[in-house]
């Protein structure tokens, strides 16, 4: 048995989409909606044969900061980060060196992305640093 995707709702499809994109190498599917349900997203795939759905609907709450004062739906959230709680905690990306984290963490931070922890070697043995994508859910980016 295998994964077929992983899904994550977002407020902002398109940004998220390019974001994907350009710093994990993701390649998106054709736009896919749904106007009864008010209902648009993209399949993202990866050379790993790894696919994220970017979903987005209208009545979907967002609230990185835990409550709704924090987004108005048109506000940059990117200095807010999901707080910790039961579920879904981060997605990782392998970059296959430890020279590879530390380049893309670089240009990463370089772009304005928040960068939350490392690169460092961590506790289990993983080199790695840590960031939030632009709607603060954390990304491992790993050796």
Do not use: Q
């Given at each position: ?15 998220m989409r390019l ?125």
């Open positions: 048995m295998t994964i077929s995707h992983i899904a994550v709702w977002v407020a902002n499809l398109e940004e974001f994907y994109e350009t710093w994990f190498g993701a390649r998106s599917g054709a736009k896919y909606e749904n106007s009864k349900k008010r209902f648009e997203s993209y399949f993202l795939s990866f050379d790993s044969g790894i696919r994220i759905e970017l979903m987005k609907k209208d009545g979907v709450a967002f609230s990185p900061c835990g409550d709704e004062s924090c987004f108005s739906g048109a506000e940059d959230c990117s200095r807010f980060v999901a707080p910790e709680r039961v579920g879904y905690a981060h997605l990782a990306f392998s970059t296959g060196s430890e020279a590879a984290v530390d380049d893309l963490t670089k240009r990463l931070a370089a772009a304005g992305t928040p960068i939350l922890s490392g690169p460092r070697r961590t506790g289990d043995g993983y080199y790695e640093s840590v960031i939030a994508d632009p709607e603060g859910n954390l990304v491992e980016i790993t050796a």
